[in-house]
C-alpha cells in the first residue's frame, strides 16, 4: 500500500478528524460512487463508543445529503433523459409514482438506492418529502448496521 494511504488513514484515525471523516465519506457513499460508509462508522463507534449517536447522527446527515445531490441530479436531468422505456422500466416507474416519496425510504439498499434517488427527482417527487424519508431509511440502516456489527464483533 502506497504511504500516503497511510498517512491519510492516520490521519482519519485522530479523533478530531474521525467525525470529519464519517461525514465525507457518507455522502460521498450516497452518491453514485461506488463507495461504503459502514466500514469507516463502525470504526469510529469501535475505537471512541461513547460518540455512538453522534457518528450515527453525522453519518445519516452526511448520506441524506448525498442523496439529495442524486435527486438534484435527477431533477436536473429530466431535458436529457427521454421517457421511452421498457415495459420492465414502465412497471417500475408506475410502482415508484404509487409510492411517491415513501420509495425514498429504500435509498439506503446497495446498487438500488442512489439511482432511486436520481429517479425520484427525475419524476419531480417532492423534494422535502424525499429528504425526510431518505433521512429516516438511512438511520434505521446505520443503526441496525452498527448493533449487528458490535454483536459479531463482540463474538471475537
Excluded at 98 to 108: E, F, P
Excluded at 118 to 142: D, E, S
Aim: glycine share 10%; hydrophobic share 55%; aromatic share 14%.
Amino acid at each position: 500500500m502506497p504511504s500516503w494511504i497511510h498517512s491519510l488513514l492516520a490521519i482519519f484515525s485522530l479523533s478530531e478528524w474521525s467525525l470529519g471523516a464519517v461525514f465525507v465519506v457518507s455522502f460521498l457513499s450516497a452518491t453514485l460512487l461506488p463507495l461504503g460508509s459502514e466500514p469507516v462508522v463502525f470504526g469510529v463507534i469501535q475505537s471512541q463508543p461513547l460518540l455512538f449517536w453522534l457518528v450515527i447522527v453525522i453519518a445519516t446527515v452526511g448520506n441524506t445529503l448525498g442523496g439529495a445531490v442524486n435527486w438534484w441530479m435527477g431533477y436536473a436531468a429530466d431535458g436529457v433523459i427521454h421517457r421511452h422505456h421498457s415495459t420492465a422500466h414502465s412497471r417500475a416507474l408506475v410502482w415508484l409514482q404509487k409510492l411517491g416519496a415513501k420509495a425514498c425510504l429504500l435509498a439506503w439498499l446497495p446498487v438500488v438506492g442512489d439511482p432511486l434517488c436520481a429517479v425520484a427527482g427525475w419524476l419531480r417527487l417532492p423534494f422535502g418529502a424525499c429528504l425526510l424519508y431518505m433521512a429516516i431509511g438511512k438511520f434505521l440502516r446505520y443503526v441496525t448496521m452498527t448493533w449487528a456489527l458490535q454483536g459479531v464483533a463482540g463474538w471475537f
